[in-house]
């Protein structure tokens, strides 16, 4: 059985994002923990026995290891070609791929200003302080936002099923929560309607039962 392995569920946002296609699209999988501690050295040390780049999500499927969410995630695509991983028709698996990379490589501020902590709550003062002080996070939260008005329907996910997409903005929903950052309302739909798949419930309900 492949074996992805993943940091704590609380902070690990990457990791959120190949265990929400592997687990939402029902694959096998043994899921091995490697718990974050700033206070351990051996972090580190424990990441690179997995594999060279010490980093997580990795997936070991026996006669190889694939490193990096999105690498993952191509290759879960491939490997269930019956499943709807990527949308089926080719414009939207176009676009689909084009945000989940722009997922992939941009918003730094959002990820450098609000890391994932799926157990923090803070203030709508502190959001708001963020919000004011920041005119990248600012302009960040604004793209994000533009991709997610591009639903054709509110009530359904980016591209109506749950995709490789919705996985890649799910952690972003998890930032957008624990800052309190402000958002339309029909952002606050579409993270409704993440927080409510059942593979985001489970992820979220473990992250909260972590010890920090």
């Known amino acids: 059985m492949q074996r992805l392995y993943i940091a704590n569920k609380n902070y690990s ?99 450098q200003l609000c890391p994932m902590n799926i157990q923090a709550q803070y203030s709508i003062a502190e959001g708001q302080a963020l919000w004011a002080q920041h005119a990248e996070l600012r302009a960040n939260v604004e793209r994000i936002e533009q991709i997610w008005a591009q639903r054709s329907d509110e009530h359904t996910f980016l591209f109506g099923d749950f995709s490789i997409a919705d996985a890649f903005y799910a952690p972003v929903v998890m930032r957008f929560k624990s800052y309190a950052l402000p958002v339309a309302e029909r952002s606050q739909q579409y993270m409704q309607h993440i927080m409510q798949h059942p593979a985001v419930k489970q992820w979220v309900d473990a992250a909260r039962a972590e010890a920090v």
């Open 13 to 111: 946002s990457w990791s959120m994002r190949a265990w929400l296609v592997l687990t939402a699209f029902d694959l096998d999988f043994e899921e091995v923990l490697v718990c974050f501690d700033a206070t351990n050295p051996s972090f580190k040390e424990q990441l690179s026995h997995i594999h060279a780049n010490a980093k997580v999500p990795v997936l070991d499927v026996g006669e190889f290891k694939i490193w990096d969410s999105l690498a993952i995630c191509e290759y879960l695509a491939e490997q269930n070609p019956d499943l709807a991983l990527w949308p089926k028709l080719t414009h939207l698996r176009a676009q689909a791929r084009s945000i989940s990379c722009e997922m992939h490589s941009s918003f730094m501020a959002l990820r």
